[in-house]
């Protein structure tokens, strides 16, 4: 079945992105407005799934040659590590740093690591998501 | 509201309950979605409906106006692992129904001795 | 702290072997191996000078602390005597081994890893103070026992001796534990030197019967001894180096070591010196009859074994009688104890030896059944002449050690009749002549054992292989222990000094404070006494017996296997029994386990909700019910109801699309806007999944059967949905304490530097929840992956199509 969806794959090329940027806000602005590491996720891998409807997974797979299991691993890594690390430092598992430092361009601005760990989230959520979806749409 | 909202979970669990001691793998799933769905609503239900603020905070919100924070995480934890699992057992049945061509759990078990 | 590291370093070194036996392919694993008994045996020999003046070490490691849990190595005469064994057998069964396992066909790392472990184990038995963790070494003991005898565990022989021993040893292995509970209750310690130290008090205690029984019956089991005895003739199904180590030199002597230990706490009872006598006498005699019907030469032996260890096991009893003579250690009570150790280790030395002429005939002629054997005697005449030392010392016959202690035994049993207490002076009439009609088929097994294999024709069409000696290498252990048996016959009172003398201050505190008080003296030669003449009468009446043997032992046959019968009964009922019981409720239905769980959950929550005074209800607090709030509430129950009754599938997708959306939209309303967005995007990525599966099934089967109403399922579901309302509303009415949320609160923005509580909560305050979270997440996702990815094809063989794309 070869149907012209030219218009569609346009618009969710165009689509992509936003949900892709607006994902990554959300992830940022995770800690003090609405939002983190799953939303984040979540809308990230929903944005790759909109592209494999518009395309299919071969295209999409080309476009972004990235081993999701590969991905949750390293997110799996980097929030362990994140949660590890102060144990180095003589603090108990699971102590977070912040301060806050003025950045040229960015302003006044807060650095912590719950980022990292919230990142190893996102990884993961993004990373396990694809999996499933992909598995199961090589199936035949 | 909230007694509402208990009559409302238990009509979720009872439909959910219902539709898992059923026989078909497809409803089988539906019932955990939606008891999962239940739990979730139960969970919020019992930290209270009453906040009139998102737990977020903002100028001129006094904290005693917030929802209570700590069922939400409870929940957001609960929401992405029930996810999980029903992609877990969604393919799993899939899978069972490609090797097995039934999606009847008595046929699976391949006898017959069960009379319902 | 030496002492532990002594015991814990055959583990350690366990470690390493299968590293080895991978790497180094050029040397049989064994080589290294045998470096850990052997050190160790020399390491426990700096010890022998100090022990043999009476002095003891201990060493302690606190392992639980707030449990009174801990190691304490104690090193007095008997463990050092017992340590001294097992490491020194131990390492003379591992040089055997490398020539009895074939490096090329055999799992060596197996099999070393499992005896490094037994040795640790049985090291820890020995020496351990802290009956706790005595019973842990003890049961350490019984599963490298089971995996030792399933070492070849492709045969159903195997298997079946393996769970044979491992049933009965590990039962009593339990019971003993119930006796140590008690013990350790009376006394209020768990340390045996202080439980011994308390003797007297314990003995008036209440429960003191029962921990004497308890104890005996893991020292029964263990040992062997009377109706337990039908393990060990199976577990001779093992590699041999693991029966003359395991079977007959050391795990069967756990038992002993455990009478002899506990007897200063347990002597001044009757019931104890009645049950150990009797039972060691009871297995004497039934299974030296027995040995004679064997023609497993490995079955001889293994008869052999038990009955000797219930010679053993008589003298300690007879040993504990000089609790109540006053001035034992003038009288001849003095010799019981002493016998006990001597032939203990006699008994290692020359059994040790046999099993491995065993073990060496099995090798070279490919079959241990003694009537196709016959004639060996000039094709291996160095393994024949030490099958002839060690069969003749077992017979009791001068030159050789076993003379010695036999001698000994006589003697006890003998003045067991001048013992005046507990009816003795009735019944211990029958001590000596069972005695004696049990050293008449001690004598006459060990002879039949001897001539049947190696005199008499040679049968070279029976055997499977040629017959020839075995390589040198392989006789080494084996000529090593006849040596002793020959020595220790010419030194036996220097054995007594270092050996003998120390063990026995430990069995006999009441008796002696200091070695120098022991004033035994072996000798050969007492004179015409009584023991001499009924030894003269053994050998007569035993060599007849042999020589007559065709003509009756056939009559064998008619003497049912009365415990073995009983045990396969036992295991036969048990088994089916239980396979019953459990079909009774796994019916293999899925529906009818969700059916326990749903109706358990329900009663065990309204039974808690009842007995906590759950129900009282109260209105106040609750939050005003809106207009769209209901409208809300009909979207998500007419959802629920699409999907109750529909019988197309993608509608009853859509109905639970439609409920997860009206979830979402309850957050949103309800001031929860992360799970708003959370649910939303799961919401739709969920229902993509669906379709998707949906999608690639055949058309067919897109609707569902209909459902028909069932009374059961439906009064089920009602009750879970009332009890959960139930929950709902009583969590609302009843506010027992402040929540934590209030901290949080307070402290997001101070302590944890953010502005969004919940998702501080995520990853910072319960940040411990959200790793686990994300774990459970990708080990779903991995799931999935490998459940389409992995196939099993037809043949049974993975299809694996896991190409990286």
């Not at chain 3, 045996?41 to 602390?65: C, D, I, M, P, R």
């Not at chain 3, 005898?149 to 001796?161: E, L, T």
């Not at chain 3, 759950?614 to 009909?634: C, E, K, N, Q």
Request: some cysteine; proline content about 3%; glycine content about 8%.
């Amino acid at each position: 079945m070869k149907t012209n969806d030219v218009i569609l794959q346009f618009t969710a090329k165009l689509v992509f992105f936003i949900i892709f940027l607006f994902s990554v806000h959300i992830f940022m602005a995770g800690h003090y407005t609405p939002g983190g590491g799953f939303v984040g996720g979540l809308l990230a891998a929903s944005a790759i799934v909109l592209l494999i409807l518009a395309f299919d997974l071969k295209t999409v797979q080309a476009g972004f040659p990235i081993n999701y299991r590969i991905m949750t691993a390293i997110g799996l890594v980097l929030a362990l590590g994140t949660a590890a690390f102060p144990m180095f430092d003589g603090k108990p598992f699971f102590t977070h740093y912040f301060d806050y430092f003025d950045l040229p361009f960015f302003g006044k601005t807060s650095l912590h690591t719950a980022m990292l760990f919230d990142a190893g989230v996102f990884l993961v959520v993004v990373g396990v998501t694809m999996t499933i979806i992909q598995s199961i749409g090589e199936d035949e | 509201m909230e007694i509402v909202m208990a009559f409302v979970i238990g009509f979720l669990f009872m439909a959910a309950t219902y539709l898992m001691l059923s026989r078909s793998l497809l409803r089988i799933i539906i019932g955990t979605g939606l008891l999962s769905h239940g739990a979730h609503l139960l969970i919020l239900t019992m930290g209270g409906l009453g906040g009139e603020a998102p737990p977020v905070l903002a100028d001129g919100v006094e904290a005693s106006q917030f929802a209570d924070p700590l069922p939400q995480a409870l929940i957001l934890t609960a929401i992405v692992i029930s996810f999980g699992v029903t992609a877990f057992i969604l393919v799993l049945a899939y899978r069972a129904y490609q090797s097995l061509e039934t999606d009847n759990t008595t046929l699976m078990k391949g006898s017959d001795d069960d009379a319902q | 702290m030496n002492l532990i590291v002594a015991i814990f370093l055959p583990i350690l070194a366990a470690f390493f072997i299968p590293l080895l036996y991978k790497r180094v392919k050029s040397l049989h694993t064994g080589w290294f191996v045998l470096l850990v008994p052997l050190s160790l045996f020399l390491f426990y020999t700096t010890f022998v000078k100090q022990v043999a003046n009476g002095e003891t070490f201990t060493s302690t490691f606190h392992w639980v602390e707030s449990l009174q849990l801990s190691f304490i190595s104690y090193i007095d005469g008997l463990s050092l005597l017992f340590s001294l064994l097992i490491t020194g057998i131990g390492s003379l069964v591992v040089l055997y081994s490398i020539f009895y396992l074939d490096k090329s066909k055999e799992q060596l790392h197996n099999f070393y890893v499992y005896l490094l472990l037994f040795m640790s184990a049985m090291l820890g038995v020995v020496q351990s103070d802290h009956v706790i963790t005595l019973y842990l070494f003890w049961e350490l003991t019984s599963i490298s026992s089971f995996l030792l005898i399933a070492y070849w565990f492709n045969r159903d022989a195997s298997r079946f001796g393996a769970l044979k021993s491992m049933m009965i040893t590990v039962f009593g292995g339990l019971l003993m534990l119930g006796g140590f509970v008690l013990l350790s209750m009376m006394g209020d310690t768990y340390s045996i030197r202080e439980l011994i130290a308390q003797a007297p008090q314990l003995a008036e205690h209440e429960y003191f019967t029962w921990a004497l029984i308890l104890v005996l019956f893991g020292a029964f089991t263990k040992s062997a001894q009377g109706p337990f005895y039908i393990w060990l003739p199976d577990a001779m199904e093992a590699p041999t180096p693991v029966s003359a180590y395991l079977h007959s030199a050391t795990m069967v002597k756990a038992g002993i070591y455990l009478v002899a230990r506990f007897t200063p706490i347990f002597a001044s009872s009757e019931l104890w010196i009645w049950l150990v006598t009797a039972t060691g006498l009871f297995t004497l005699v039934w299974c030296s009859f027995f040995a004679l019907k064997q023609t497993d030469l490995k079955g001889i032996l293994a008869f052999s074994t038990v009955s000797q260890l219930g010679l053993i096991m008589a003298l300690l009893g007879a040993g504990s009688m000089s609790y109540h003579v006053d001035g034992a250690a003038e009288t001849v009570f003095k010799y019981a104890a002493f016998a006990a150790i001597f032939h203990l280790i006699n008994h290692a030395t020359f059994k040790g030896s046999l099993f491995m002429i065993v073990g060496i005939v099995d090798h070279e002629t490919g079959t241990r059944d003694i009537k196709k054997l016959g004639g060996l005697m000039s094709i291996m005449p160095i393994s024949f002449t030490v099958a002839m030392i060690g069969s003749l010392s077992m017979a009791g016959v001068p030159l050789f050690n076993g003379f010695l202690s036999k001698e000994m035994f006589l003697t006890a049993m003998l003045s067991i009749t001048e013992f005046g207490l507990f009816s003795f002076d009735t019944f211990g009439v029958l001590f000596p002549i069972i005695a004696w009609i049990a050293s008449v088929f001690t004598f006459a097994y060990s002879l039949y054992f001897v001539t049947h294999t190696f005199m008499g024709t040679y049968k070279p069409d029976a055997l499977p292989k040629k017959a020839h000696e075995a390589p040198i290498g392989m006789l080494i252990s084996p000529i090593v222990l006849a040596a002793l048996v020959i020595v220790i016959f010419f030194i036996p009172n220097i054995v007594a000094t270092y050996f003998i003398k120390p063990a026995v201050l430990a069995i006999q505190p009441f008796l002696y404070s200091d070695v120098s008080q022991i004033d035994v003296h072996i000798s050969a030669w007492h004179g015409f006494t009584t023991e001499l003449w009924m030894t003269l009468g053994i050998f007569v009446v035993g060599g007849l017996a042999v020589m007559t043997l065709k003509k009756w032992q056939h009559f064998y046959n008619r003497v049912p296997a009365g415990f073995n019968m009983l045990y396969d009964a036992a295991i036969n009922v048990s088994d089916t029994g239980m396979n019953r019981l459990s079909r009774l409720y796994m019916t293999g239905s899925n529906q009818t386990y969700l059916l326990y769980m749903f109706a358990s959950f329900v009663v065990l929550v309204i039974g808690t909700l009842f007995t906590q005074g759950g129900f009282t209800m109260s209105w106040a607090h609750t939050a005003p019910i809106r207009f769209y709030d209901l409208v809300l509430i009909a979207v998500l129950v007419s959802g629920t109801l699409i999907a109750l009754v529909t019988k197309s599938r993608l509608t009853s997708i859509i109905g639970l699309g439609v409920v997860g959306y009206s979830v979402a939209m309850f957050f949103v309303i309800f001031n929860a806007p992360d799970l708003a967005l959370t649910q939303l995007v799961i919401e739709t990525i969920s229902v993509a999944l669906f379709l998707l599966c949906f999608y690639h099934l055949p058309k067919n089967s897109r609707k569902e059967n209909r459902m028909r109403f069932q009374v059961p399922r439906f009064i089920i579901s009602v009750a879970v949905g009332a009890t959960v309302t139930l929950v709902a509303i009583a969590a609302q009415s009843q506010k027992m304490m402040t929540s934590i949320s209030e901290y949080y609160k307070e402290t997001v923005y101070s302590l944890a530097g953010g502005g969004n509580i919940v998702n501080v909560i995520l990853v910072d305050y319960r940040g411990f929840d959200t790793l686990f979270e994300i774990a459970v997440l990708a080990i779903a996702g991995l799931g999935i992956f490998a459940m389409i990815k992995l196939r099993i094809g037809d043949k049974g063989k993975e299809k694996k199509q896991l190409e990286n794309k």
